[in-house]
């Protein structure tokens, strides 16, 4: 037989376990299943050195084993496990967890964030976390005098370009195209900036290091000729995908697949599911703003329940 839960939240980032620990403490008795990456994207990261607290800064590690064993302190019960499928046409909503445990939950929480993509080559994978990152706003900070690569053409990799370019000595723009496909007033910034040199018709070929991490990039020009640029942060900026596959044609989602939410609120098209975090926010994509979404989602889902 299903399992009866009052609230069921889907996902383990800094969303998922803010919202853990306001349902936890409304005494709503949540449910949280973590998904395939516990703790989320922050686990792939080193130091976290701009969430509020932590003047010494903190390991992405470390800030989620924090916010778990805060939720778990006013009895969040976390599990290990995937939800597999959704069925949101009628409440309670039915949920199979792994393929085999079904919950039927009165309202659920989605945050399951969203995934950055990478270039899928082996050497970008082994030097993650240690000059290979998707996000320039949480790590350009180590890379401040230093020469880095920022791959993709589009508005994110121009601003992150433009972020990078303020601490940096010298930044690469890496275009597989030989345009940008930024909006003009990012290129503008871009061209505009002296220490960023965009090199079009590139393809990373391997990402270079040793034991101290990222050395530099070997790139392939479109014409098969070949180059090598010493850099020390490596950095991708060729967009993101939500994790919303399970939701597809039951919830609104926008044409890049993220939820669509009521402005303002964390309420999706279905009355009792909610969405919080990176799901549903393309912009900010930060720890602090999913965490503060997260709060929202508990709040909308009390009110709800207590309606
Ligand atoms: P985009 O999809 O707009 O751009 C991705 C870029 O990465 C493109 O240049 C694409 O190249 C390149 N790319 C994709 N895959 C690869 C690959 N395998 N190898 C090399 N390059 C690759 O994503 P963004 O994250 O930049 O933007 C997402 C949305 O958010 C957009 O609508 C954007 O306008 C918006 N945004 C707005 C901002 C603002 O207004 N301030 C800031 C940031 C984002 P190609 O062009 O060849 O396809």
Known sequence: MAEAVKVLIIGSGPAGYTAAIYTSRANLSPVLYEGIEPGGQLTTTTDVENFPGYPESVTGPDLMAQMRKQAERFGADIRSGMVTTVDLSSRPFHVVVDGTTEIKAETLIIAT??????????????????????????????????????????????????????????????????HLRASKAMQQRVFNTPNIEVLFEHNTAEVLGDESGVTGALLRKNDGTEMKIDVS?????????????????????????????????????????????????????QAITAAASGCIAALDCERFLLR
């Open 113 to 178: 964030g969203a995934s950055a993509k990478y270039l899928g080559l082996p050497s970008e994978t082994k030097f993650r976390g240690q000059g290979v990152s998707a996000c320039a706003t949480c790590d350009g900070f180590f890379y401040r005098k230093k020469d880095v690569a920022v791959v993709g053409g589009g508005d994110t990799a121009c601003e992150e370009a433009s972020y990078l370019a303020s601490l940096c000595r010298k930044v690469y723009m890496i275009v597989r195209k030989p």
């Open 233 to 285: 942060g490596f950095f991708l900026a060729i967009g993101h995908h939500p994790n919303t596959e399970i939701f597809r044609d039951q919830l609104k989602l926008d044409a890049e697949g993220y939820v669509k939410v009521e402005p303002g609120t964390s309420k999706t098209s279905v009355e009792g599911v909610f969405a919080a975090g990176d799901v549903r926010d393309p912009h900010y994509r």
